[in-house]
């Protein structure tokens, strides 16, 4: 019944952008806190963003700072996640994250940073 589905991931060059959407199901989106991790092959999975369920508030992993920026409609139950400036580091796979009183993940979408 619950769900996340994460697209928008994709080939880009160092310093493109590209955009990341979450979309919800199954779940009263605005109760949940929203969140993006990464994990690259060989490397521990890791907090890139967060956005609360009320007010908006966020946060960010120092190495993204300035360059991402996450955010959501909660009318579309769905969280984005802004992407500028990207380095060859951010290649990834990219996972939405829901929380409220239990977690909820979706599948991931495929970033890679290559020239």
């Known amino acids: 019944q619950v769900q996340l589905v994460e697209s928008g991931g994709g080939l880009v060059q160092p310093g493109g952008s590209l955009r990341l959407s979450c979309a919800a199901s199954g779940l009263s989106f605005s109760n949940y806190a929203m969140s993006w991790y990464r994990q690259a092959p060989g490397k521990e999975r890791e907090l890139v963003a967060g956005?609360?369920?009320?007010?908006?508030?966020?946060n960010y992993a120092d190495s993204v700072k300035g360059r991402f920026t996450i955010s959501r409609d909660n009318a579309k139950n769905t969280v984005y996640l802004q992407m500028n400036s990207l380095k060859p580091e951010d290649t990834a796979m990219y996972f939405c994250?829901?929380?409220?009183?239990?977690?909820?993940w979706g599948q991931g979408t495929q970033v890679t940073v290559s020239s």
């Open positions: 994250n829901a929380r409220y009183i239990l977690d909820v």
């Open positions: 956005i609360s369920r009320r007010y908006g508030s966020t």
